[in-house]
């Protein structure tokens, strides 16, 4: 959660520019803000398994962010952790799992399929990555690096797409040519826990 912070901090005027070509030009503020908090509300609970602390980070943005973005990593890192339970450490298979549950309760709450311009085009590629190198015997660290890399070819395909959920989808076809910021977000987000768990292992 550090990492994730100092990143969209880091990215904050561009996650805001790109909002404000297709949104409303929060979406750099409301990253930054809810990770700041997600990090404040963790530094109280060190000795926490990891499936509590996701589930504390999620309910910190669900409260701290107004736009759609809080609410949908809110519920993302909520299921994650759920995976995970009082589980003290993680492991690679259990990685994938938290992440394809992120990913689901994120599809279930914003119903966003894969070419609706949003941050499924970024998550999803990045799971179904992530799921095959885990499979095929990676180390976690190695797997996230190809899984941030296939959020960041996401992120880059959504600039022709229309968009069809959110706020860019009130521009139409006048949303075509712009990136997703929240399928940026997202790929930053790969990969500062790239960053992390190579960092710990
Ligand atoms: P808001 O659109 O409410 O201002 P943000 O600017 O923080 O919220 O986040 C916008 C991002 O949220 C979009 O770029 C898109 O990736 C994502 N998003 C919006 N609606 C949905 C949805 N229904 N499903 C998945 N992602 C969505
Ligand atoms: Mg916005």
């Known amino acids: 959660m ?7 901090r880091a990215q904050r005027d561009y996650l805001t520019q790109l909002d404000s070509a297709i949104g ?12 700041a908090s997600v990090v404040e509300a963790l530094n109280g609970e060190k000795d926490a398994p990891p499936g509590r602390l996701l589930i ?11 736009g ?33 549950a992120a990913l ?12 609706d311009k949003t941050m499924v085009d970024a998550l999803e590629p990045a799971v179904d990555k992530l799921r095959g190198e885990v499979a095929a015997g990676a180390q976690p660290a190695a797997a996230l690096a190809s899984a941030a890399a296939a959020a960041e070819a996401g992120m880059e395909a959504t600039v022709p797409l229309q968009a069809r959920k959110g706020r860019a989808s009130y521009l139409g076809e006048r949303s075509i040519g712009h990136q997703d910021p929240g399928a940026t977000s997202t790929a930053l987000i790969l990969r500062a826990l790239e960053r992390a768990v190579a960092a710990s292992s």
């Open 2 to 8: 550090r990492e994730i912070e100092s990143s969209v």
């Open 56 to 66: 504390l980070a999620g309910r910190t943005l669900v409260s701290t962010v107004g």
């Open 68 to 100: 759609a973005s809080g609410p949908l990593w809110g519920s993302a890192l909520r299921s994650g952790g759920r995976v995970l339970g009082d589980s003290p450490t993680f492991d690679g298979q259990q990685l994938v799992e938290v992440l394809a």
């Open 104 to 115: 689901a309760s994120i599809k279930e709450l914003g119903a966003a399929a894969p070419g």
């Open 24 to 35: 409303d030009g929060d979406h750099g503020t409301n990253v930054t803000r809810g990770f």
